[in-house]
């Protein structure tokens, strides 16, 4: 078992045939996930040879691809300009899962797209985010293939590189799914509804869950961890060091007052019961010792 992504999924590139899209497809091949298809208007009917012997054809839509292909995943890799017509195309399509890799899309084409979802068949993940990887089945995004192997720990991170920071220090052990749900102010798939599928994942035993500043999202997360997760659940929180008023990477991190502090959704998190680690590395060791004891 896997969340949102297993080993049945079939995966489409909406942007497949520029530069990044290229890159990241070849990537996402090598590392065993199943694309089946590009979308590309203006390359409709054409394929594209990769490195690895596969050649993947190109539609002229989402739509054609699916019914074509059977897809039920799509990774976007469109320039910002673009990206909202992109994911609206894909909901249109009732794609199952799209993953919206690309940054910098205005929050207010965001928005729009996210409230087009709401009540239809697909599950957006990001903007400006890794996408997600459930290692040896797929890989839908950049997050990098080769840093761990499939396990029981679930992660969900607001931060990419923290992701791939916390799959390499807890490689030994593994990961059954790792989501990079994206830092922009509004995002598709949040924090809650990662801690219910995995809550809900019979082969996923332990939880990690990245954090930052900026918002209340990691409160809202404390409180239905306390309510509705019985299983371990590891945070670490980024941005300890932010000055107040400062926006820190992320569009969506941001401090004004109290509110949104790191120090407040560490207490959240802590009065909830999750062991919050006060950098990276320690968060791994306070996961770790959880996984040696439930191994015993």
């Known amino acids: 078992m896997a969340i949102f992504l297993t080993a049945d999924s079939k995966v489409i590139v909406q942007g497949m045939t520029g530069s990044e899209g290229m890159k990241h497809t070849t990537r996402m091949l090598a590392s065993g996930t199943n694309v089946v298809g590009g979308v590309n208007p203006k390359k409709a009917g054409q394929s594209v040879d990769f490195p690895d012997g596969q050649s993947v054809p190109v539609f002229g839509s989402v739509a054609d691809a699916i019914k074509k292909t059977g897809a039920d995943v799509s990774v976007v890799f469109v320039p910002p300009a673009f990206a909202k017509s992109a994911v609206i195309e894909a909901i249109d399509a009732e794609i199952g899962l799209a993953v919206v890799i690309t940054e910098g899309i205005p929050v207010k084409d965001t928005a729009e797209f996210y409230n087009y979802s709401v009540g239809k068949a697909t599950r957006i993940i990001g903007p400006n ?58 995002i598709g798939t949040t924090h809650i509804d990662c801690l219910e599928a995995f809550e809900a994942d019979p082969e996923t035993d332990a939880i990690v869950m990245i954090g930052e500043i900026g918002g209340d999202a990691e409160e809202r997360a404390a409180a239905y961890i306390k309510e509705h997760v019985t299983k371990p659940v590891v945070g670490y929180v980024a941005g300890f060091t932010a000055p107040e008023g400062k926006t820190m990477g992320h569009a969506g991190a941001i401090v004004s007052g109290s509110s949104g502090t790191a120090a407040a959704k560490k207490e959240a998190l802590e009065a909830a019961g999750v062991k919050v680690g006060k950098t990276p590395s320690e968060t791994a060791d306070l996961m770790r010792e959880i996984m040696q004891g439930l191994s015993k």
Do not use: H, W
């Not at 990887?133 to 720990?153: E, H, L, Y």
């Not at 916390?166 to 790792?178: A, I, N, Q, V």
């Open 129 to 186: 985010c890794p996408g997600l990887i459930s290692p040896g089945k797929s890989n839908a995004g950049i997050i990098p293939a080769d840093i761990a192997g499939s396990g029981r720990i679930g992660l969900v991170s607001k931060s990419g590189t923290l992701t791939y920071q916390m799959m390499y220090e807890l490689r030994e052990f593994g990961f059954s799914t790792g989501v990079g749900i994206g830092g922009d102010p509004i």
